[in-house]
């Protein structure tokens, strides 16, 4: 038999232990130190373990692991008979009153080098753990402000209102059915902006005073519906549940391609009103955060450099793959071509360089509102605009803004720490001296990494 020492190093307010040697029983874990401890008298062989460190299953980064045939990661040891003993009466050891609950203990062990795809799996496993621990209830804030717009609103006063409210999307409330049935999105605004510089009879300017959403998006479906011409079906509105996890969120809003979704109550209250919030990425990746900040010492991935982890889109010179093209405009660009590639990429911007290839700006699917201001998008000829344009329209009325970027040498949780800011729903990675643009991570690149 072996004395065989189990530690969790990294802080924690309790902690527990489970093997295969003990059929999976959780044992207590005694506090020594700065680290939980338990030990064990164990015949040779091979084992699998965890730790249930604050209520989540967790593995140690530093020590070997395998997953089973369900996908659970455990740490794994192999005990033999020349391990050494983990009480050894040494200088270095800390003698402590075994009656009093305490046992004989080393220093903290050196944190080894690890693979870092395992370190990959092991962050993924525990990102998964706490994603699926909480629900989209215990995210969103219960008394923020929310709008909703009827169905029946005039297209341009539902744009005018969502340029004053600094809305990107708004639910629409159908009255004839009593609930929300989809979503009103700068997509549509672009989608109508569209329509109305080809000149089509059926949405003339003039028209728009009354023309209301619900027409505005049954027209859509003609105007921009299938190629071959046959009839295209309105897609359901996509919804979750306050009950759902915070993993099923977020798939539902990569997998949809989607920004938002709307967030339905699991009991019908009597105000008639089904919806409760909006569930964003970015909701949820603030909550994950304040989550990793306390346990970030367990997850060494998070002090990774973006270049060693496989994350976000990349310019070729990078020499990374990506799974999309990266797209860059120069400030002359076309505002119509900028457009285009918003909408058949199916990304939210794109980053805007000066003559020389430097980063200047980053345009968004969003900035189209500020051409609701005054109804500035019926005084301009679309095709005449420019990015440049676009973006003095913005700057008059928002004024400059920050625009967020990060190197490659930036760290995972540097990177986290920066999307987790409001309102910042993508970073671009420059080259310092030059801001030539190496990359882009999105919101969406950062989910589809952590439950990829």
Known sequence: ????????????????????????????MALVGAEFQVVFDLPPGVYQYRFLVDGVWRCDESKPFVRDEYGLISNEVLVENNAQPVVQPEPSTRGINMDEGTILTTMPPEHSSQNPGMQIAIFRNGVSGMLLHDTIYDVVPLSSKLA????????????????????????????????????????????????????????GNEELEMHPISAWKEAKLQFYGSPDGAAVQRRPLIYVKDSDNLVDVALTIIRNEISSVPIF?????????????????????????????????????????LTNIPIGTWAPHTGRTSNRQLRTLRLSSPLNCCLDFLLQDRVSSIPIVDDNGSLRDVYSLSDIMALAKNDVYARIELEQVTVQNALDVQYQVQGRRQCHTCLQTSTLLEVLQELSIPGVRRVVVIEQSTRFVEGIISLRDIFTFFLG
């Open 1 to 28: 038999m072996v004395l065989q020492r189990f530690s969790w190093p990294y802080p924690a307010g309790q902690a527990s232990f489970c093997g295969s040697f003990t059929g999976w029983r959780e044992y207590p």
């Open 148 to 203: 909703v717009l009827d169905a029946q609103l005039p297209v341009k006063q539902a744009f005018k209102i969502m340029h004053d409210e600094g809305l990107a999307l708004v639910p629409l409330w159908d009255d004839h059915q009593g609930t929300i049935t989809g979503m009103l999105t700068a997509s549509d605004f672009v989608l109508m902006l569209r329509k109305l510089q080809r000149n089509i009879r059926a949405l």
């Open 265 to 305: 109550k699991s009991m019908p209250d009597s105000s008639g009103m089904p919806l409760l919030n909006l569930a964003t990425l970015q909701g949820i990746l603030k909550f994950l955060c304040l989550k990793l900040q306390e346990q970030a010492e367990g997850y060494s991935l998070l002090h990774n450099q």
